[in-house]
């Protein structure tokens, strides 16, 4: 049995003030959430403050990007080792908004996965297609690539220790969800092609969708075979939405 996950991403959102709110609310719903793991992914300044807010819950915390290196002189950049001495486990790596906006590779994605496992972090990779790839039915070719980038590099058994998102990047921040049925497919794409390499990944590791998800969709979504959660954007930025959709596991 794969334990349901609920990562909320928050981008570039938030002050010390509206994060402290936030997490208030959410710990104050905690009690009411039976199976789901929760994680949260602050920008980086607020991890230390997010975990000590969050010290003593079984709420993780992760780094929303990672360094695809160790230390040393690259400006700008925060390791995994960092990630993991403030205290984070997770780091998502290869959102769609570092692909597009910041045009990260596959191959870096693939690094920067492998930097994370390395220090310990649990990488949540995502993955997805352009409405124009859906649109040219090349979806699964894109997504394939996409895992293959991390796969080759890591060999299919690190895929096993960590958790894929798929977020079809037409479905991000634009309210237009995935229907289940269209999540679905893609995500027992995922799910077969690794089985053709490794039954036992294939069973244990934990695909997300992302994409708009809410608390009015969250339940519909959670409930297909080969959803194990989500990863949540905009929803994951107010407390009761947010926790709507950790309960929501529960009532599939
Ligand atoms: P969204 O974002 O829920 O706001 O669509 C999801 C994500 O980008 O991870």
Known sequence: MRQPLVAGNWKMNGTRETIQMLVDGIKAGLGEVAKAEIAVCPPYVYIPMVVDMLAGTHVAVGGQDVSDQESGA????????????????????????????????????????????????????????????????????????????????????????????????????????????????????????????????????RILYGGSVKAANAEELFRMPDIDGGLIGGASLQADEFLAICRAPDAV
Do not use: N
Not at 102 to 120: I, L, N, P, V, W
């Open 74 to 205: 690259y400006t700008g950049e925060v390791s995994g080792a960092m990630l993991r001495d403030v205290g984070a486990s997770y780091a998502i790596v290869g959102h769609s908004e570092r692909r597009s906006i910041y045009g990260e590779s596959d191959a870096f994605t693939a690094r920067k996965f492998a930097a994370a496992r390395r220090f310990g972090l649990t990488p949540i990779l995502c993955v997805g297609e352009l409405l124009e790839e859906r649109e040219q039915g090349i979806t699964e070719a894109v997504v394939g690539r996409q895992l293959d980038a991390v796969i080759d590099l890591e060999g299919v058994a690190a895929i096993g220790e960590a958790v894929i998102a798929y977020e079809p990047v037409w479905a991000i921040g634009t309210g237009k969800t995935a229907s289940p049925e269209q999540a679905q497919e893609v995500h027992a794409f995922i799910r077969q092609k690794l089985a053709a390499l490794d039954a036992g990944v294939a069973e244990k590791v």
